[in-house]
């Protein structure tokens, strides 16, 4: 109990890795900001985006 692995460690290195990689094309602008949804089509590509980076986020590599 309470041992780390190097599995464990890898995993929270490459999470962090892609945490920042996001939050550097994001500062850049190349990932779009969510903002207030002005129709259905783009409240549907904000669910969508959120939805995908849930998934990937949860991923087990």
């Not at 962090?16 to 002005?38: E, G």
Request: charged fraction near 20%; aromatic fraction near 4%; proline fraction near 2%.
């Amino acid at each position: 109990m309470g041992y780390s692995t190097a599995s464990d460690h890898q995993g929270v290195s490459a999470y962090v890795a892609d945490l920042q990689l996001h939050m550097t094309l994001q500062a850049r602008n190349l990932v779009p900001n969510l903002t207030i949804a002005r129709d259905s089509r783009e409240q549907m590509l904000q669910q969508t985006q959120a939805d995908l980076e849930k998934f990937v986020s949860r991923q087990t590599l």
